[in-house]
């Protein structure tokens, strides 16, 4: 036989456990951005002048960038920002790099190239 339980503990324990079901994902989901925060930080700094140049020629010289870039814009294209920096992620360092080209296609193509050493 069942038990007879009042309609105010039925509902007291539903809410309970809508609440845990509803509050564990959220708090793995914070658990786990404190625990990559803690062992992943990224540290950068902005690169600019002759070495952001001197980046920006490097990897436009490289074989695959001249590839993609001729496949996007049919052959004839711009780099109208270069954006630059060194950075520090999870003990690892290196330069990221983005140029944000211009092509002359048939529409204006406006693409960013991540360049990771």
Do not use: C, H, W
């Amino acid at each position: 036989m069942l038990l007879k339980v009042d309609k105010r503990i039925s509902m007291f324990i539903a809410v309970i456990l809508s609440l845990i079901l509803l509050a564990t994902p959220a708090m793995a989901g914070y658990v786990t951005a404190d625990f990559f925060k803690k062992n992943s930080s990224l540290d950068y700094t902005e690169i600019t002048g002759k070495e952001l140049e001197s980046l920006a020629e490097e990897a436009l010289k490289k074989q695959d960038v001249r590839i993609l870039l001729d496949k996007l814009t049919g052959g004839s294209y711009e780099v109208s920002e270069k954006r630059a920096a060194n950075y520090v992620y999870s003990k690892k360092q290196g330069n990221v790099l983005i140029l944000t080209i211009k092509g002359s296609k048939d529409i204006q193509l406006v693409t960013q190239i991540l360049m990771v050493k």
